[in-house]
């Protein structure tokens, strides 16, 4: 087991890419604070994680909101003792070309997925300095590197997460803190089912691999950031797309 008892802290874990990432540590072996806006969801998920034989909470969480994040951090530091690894999932979409795109949409997708991954990363910073130890993993998307019509805000946001993970890399590598980030490409989950027929149909004939991912696809590169196998990575952005993007 490559996670064996280290305590994991998984936002947007409620369902898709997060909550196989949290039933993925579990099996590896870390107890997992599962995190959402959506509280019923991550009950759901950490009764999974309890069967997995592994302890859990369900901490109902708008990432969007350091107060909350900051209370659930120190809930979570009572019960687990530390906090070995954040995986700052968290994400929305509200997709527009830009002249449509309202100022509200622009706002609720940065505040989400940009401004809910400081805000984590903020308060989870001190207990991994305290550790001198950490592995964060931000999930960011091969949009923020391509660019995509009709997503200037969710681009803006991911990209933004490659320059915090970049950042927060550098401003914690003294401290034994690695810093990460994973750029899935089309991977099938509730974000994507959403998707017009037309526009998915296009999307898989660009994927050189051939069928769209998985979240096991995506559980299986953080789990890899996570452990000690990565101890000599930090900085970079992982991109995991069936090779649509290629350097
Ligand atoms: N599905 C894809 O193809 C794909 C591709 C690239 C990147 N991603 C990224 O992966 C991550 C997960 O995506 P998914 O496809 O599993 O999405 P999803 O919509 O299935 O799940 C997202 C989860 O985040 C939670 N959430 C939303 N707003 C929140 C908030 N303010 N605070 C806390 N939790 C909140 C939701 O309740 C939900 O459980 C996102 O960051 C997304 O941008 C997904």
Same mark, same amino acid.
């Given at each position: 087991m490559i996670l064996k008892d280290k305590v994991a802290l998984v936002t947007g874990a409620g369902q898709g890419i997060g909550k196989e990432i949290t039933l993925a540590f579990a099996r590896e072996g870390a107890d997992v604070a599962v995190c959402d806006v959506n509280l019923e969801q991550a #009950? &759901? /998920?950490k009764q999974e994680v309890e069967k997995l034989g592994r302890n859990s909470e369900a901490l +109902? /969480?708008?990432v969007t909101k350091y107060a909350q994040v900051e209370e659930a951090t120190n809930k979570i530091l009572d019960k687990f003792k530390r906090i070995d690894i954040l995986v700052n999932n $968290? !994400? *929305? =979409?509200k997709d527009n070309l830009i002249l449509r795109l309202s100022e509200s949409d622009w706002d609720a997708v940065i505040s989400v997925n940009l401004k !809910? %991954?400081?805000n984590v990363t903020k308060a989870v910073s001190r207990p991994m300095i305290k550790q001198r130890s950490g592995k964060m993993i #931000? @999930? $960011? %998307? *091969?949009i923020g590197i391509i660019g995509n019509a009709g997503q200037a805000n969710y681009a803006a946001s991911k990209a933004g997460i490659i320059a915090l993970t970049k950042t927060t890399a550098k401003e914690l590598a003294s401290r034994n803190i690695n810093v990460n980030a994973v750029a899935p490409g089309f @991977? +099938? =989950? $509730?974000? =994507?089912?959403? &998707?017009?027929?037309? *526009?998915k149909a296009k999307m898989l004939s660009n994927i050189p691999l051939g069928r769209l991912g998985t979240t096991r696809d995506i559980a299986n590169i953080c789990l890899f950031l996570a452990s000690e196998d990565s101890n000599y990575i930090t900085g970079q952005t992982i991109v995991v797309d069936g090779g649509m993007v290629m350097a």
């Open positions: #009950n &759901l /998920v +109902q /969480v708008d $968290a !994400g *929305i =979409t !809910g %991954s400081f #931000n @999930i $960011a %998307s *091969i @991977i +099938q =989950t $509730a974000m =994507t089912d959403k &998707l017009p027929e037309d *526009i």
